[in-house]
């Protein structure tokens, strides 16, 4: 069996890097995880903060707030620096981003109007990450955090996270965007008539008043493009940069460290290391205990039998304890590997009920904070 690693350095970690992103599959802490190295910061002296790109109220339930913004809000809270937490509007956070590059007010107007823009903003494949990223690269850039900590979607979602900015560039590089940009050029009149004819046979299956809002809405893009283009350049370089980590979180069920691994792979062969990882919910050990069953003495009275049997029992089931502890420690050894040879590797033991609120974060965060 490969030993688990009692190490962590997860304060240290939270010096090196402004930027720590956690990942994992769905259901195995990651939410608490990012809330609690948020809080772990803080409590080192750091202006941290915590960002969600997850629409439950989790985040906001353990942190005690009754919600939480598109903007990071402070809590007050008895820290020796301060935590501030968001959670991501993505749809805000694209219409802002069209404010910043349109080259007029009116233009923002014509976009923001736009019946496809407002449906692609919500439903288009990859728009939430994307925006994630975007936050993250806004927050980033202002300098006002020591710390910034991302809550990420379910695994296999967080590779999509990984690739949003370089999606959004594949898009913008599109034909068919320059295809429909291209009757409101002038150098390119020559094949408008070509165009109309393109966009009349997709208006005869799609419906007329669906391209016609697709080529305003290109329209209405115009010139904003390498705007678009060069600000997701600058995301992915902030993601893979020297002041981002990934903090892997999983849980010791095999199915979650079968994710872990998939995740650290995909990171692997995209040249990012993964910095760190939490382990939740693991069984204490239970060494020390036996299996050793006595026969009750059939001379002793009934109370001393009944007491001699129970006591047995109880053997018996802490030794079966003591065994699913060993097996999860057996498959949390497997993840050793998959991160940077040093890096802090946390055991965060099964707390008695759910972790809901601030004292939860509290009793993680000190579980982080061990040497």
């Known amino acids: 069996m490969t030993a688990v690693p009692s190490r962590s350095g997860f304060p240290d970690l939270l010096k090196q890097y402004r930027v720590i992103i956690c990942c994992g599959s769905g259901g195995v802490g990651k939410t608490t995880t990012a809330a609690s190295l948020a809080l772990l910061a803080a409590e080192e002296g750091a202006r941290a903060c915590v960002v969600t790109i997850d629409p439950a109220r989790r985040l906001a339930d353990a942190l005690s707030v009754s919600a939480l913004t598109n903007s990071p809000q402070r809590l007050d ?48 494949s990859g728009t939430h990450e994307y925006m994630a990223m975007e936050k993250l690269y806004e927050l980033h850039e202002t300098g006002s955090f020591d710390c910034i900590v ?64 697709a080529v ?9 493009e390498q705007g678009f283009h060069d600000r997701a350049a600058s995301v992915d370089r902030l993601i893979s940069g020297p002041d981002t980590a990934f903090v892997l979180v999983a849980s010791p069920r095999s199915d979650t ?17 993964v910095r760190g990882l939490v382990a939740n919910r693991v069984l204490p050990s239970f060494a020390g205990t036996s299996e050793r069953r006595e026969e009750p003495d059939e001379t002793a009275s009934y109370p001393a039998r009944e007491a001699a049997r129970r006591l047995s029992q ?3 089931n802490l030794a079966e304890l003591e065994n699913a502890s060993k097996q999860q420690r057996a ?20 707390f008695p009920g759910a ?12 579980e982080l904070s061990r040497s």
């Open 150 to 213: 991302v809550d990420t979607p379910p695994t296999r979602n967080a590779l999509d996270f990984l690739d949003a900015p370089r999606r959004l560039t594949r898009f913008l590089e599109n034909r068919f965007l320059r295809v429909l940009l291209m009757p409101t050029r002038a150098y390119l009149k020559a094949v408008s008539a070509a165009t109309r004819i393109f966009l009349h046979t997709i208006a005869r299956v799609a419906g007329t008043e669906v391209v016609e809002d």
């Open 216 to 224: 305003a809405f290109f329209q209405a893009f115009e010139g904003m």
């Open 77 to 124: 809270l008895d820290v020796t620096g301060e935590l501030w937490a968001m959670m991501l509007d993505p749809k805000q956070t694209f219409d802002d981003l069209v404010g910043r590059y349109a080259k007029s007010p009116d233009q923002a107007e014509r976009i923001l109007g736009n019946s496809l823009y407002q449906s692609l903003s919500a439903n288009l």
């Open 257 to 273: 460290i079968g994710e872990a691994l998939f995740f650290a792979d995909k990171l692997l062969r995209a040249g990012i290391p």
């Open 355 to 366: 972790i809901g609120d601030l004292d939860g974060l509290h009793q993680i965060a000190s």
């Open 314 to 316: 109880l053997r018996s």
């Open 331 to 350: 498959r949390l050894g497997e993840l050793e590997g998959a991160i940077d040879p040093g890096g802090p590797f946390a055991v965060v033991p099964l």
